[in-house]
């Protein structure tokens, strides 16, 4: 993720222990357009889908993850809930980096 490209191996290995692993049934919601945006979340295995509710009420596709991708926001980001809803396409595993994570990795 673009946001931890200056990361050490070693900030990242610190970091480690705080960043929840959380698996996903395909079909199952990572999170909901509108919830109160307060993590970020990277693809370690799987595929979710991103989608967004067009004018005339309908779910559209916006993007397709896989590993190594990131999706999510945080409010100290500028976004106070998320935009969009991801949904996790097949059995899929996703990194959570918590707002008081990423935080805290920001002072360092």
């Known amino acids: 993720m673009p946001l931890f490209a200056e990361l050490t191996y070693a900030d990242i290995r610190d970091i480690e222990p705080l960043v929840r692993s959380r698996g996903y049934r395909a079909g199952e919601m990572v999170h909901r357009a509108g919830d109160m945006a307060n993590s970020l979340f990277v693809v370690a295995s799987g595929t979710v889908k ?7 009420g309908q779910n559209v596709v916006t993007n397709i993850l896989g590993p190594g991708e990131g999706f999510g926001t945080l ?19 996703a990194l959570e980096i918590s707002s008081d994570v990423f935080n805290d990795v920001r002072v360092c």
């Open 50 to 56: 991103l989608l967004r509710s067009s004018v005339h």
């Open 75 to 93: 409010g100290t980001l500028g976004d106070s809930t998320y935009p969009d809803t991801a949904e996790a396409m097949t059995v899929s595993c």
